[in-house]
Nanobody, 124 residues
């Protein structure tokens, strides 16, 4: 069992930056691919980015590719999402997720554990 706790969300202005963190329980963190997903009001949850267990492979949704960076610190059981140049369309609840698959998947169905989410609101 893996428990995930996100933090770092908040209210910012367009163009600002935020860094989200996701702390994971358990001793096998490095064996899990980690992902970030988001859900805006009235919309379905969508893929944002993912990183493999070693951190060597990452994948991004096209709209965030040049602005967001995912990273992980396996010694701290934590994955990060650095978000720069935020836009109003980035407003959503951001969820951290863990997959037993070592290589980073994009499909939400590939993830086994989910955090409770953290709200990011970007005002224009």
């Amino acid at each position: 069992q893996v428990q995930l706790v996100e933090s770092g969300g908040g209210l910012v202005q367009a163009g600002d930056s935020l860094r989200l963190s996701c702390a994971a329980s358990g001793r096998t963190f490095s064996s899990y691919a980690m992902g970030w997903f988001r859900q805006a009001p009235g919309k379905e949850r969508e893929f944002v980015t993912t990183i493999s267990g070693s951190g060597g492979t990452t994948n991004y949704e096209d709209s965030v590719k040049d602005r967001f960076t995912i990273s992980r610190d396996n010694a701290k059981n934590t994955v990060y999402l650095q978000m720069n140049n935020l836009k109003s369309e980035d407003t959503a609840i951001y969820y951290c997720a863990a997959s037993r698959l070592y290589i980073a998947p994009r499909r939400s169905a590939s993830y086994d554990y989910w955090g409770q989410g953290t709200q990011v609101t970007v005002s224009s």
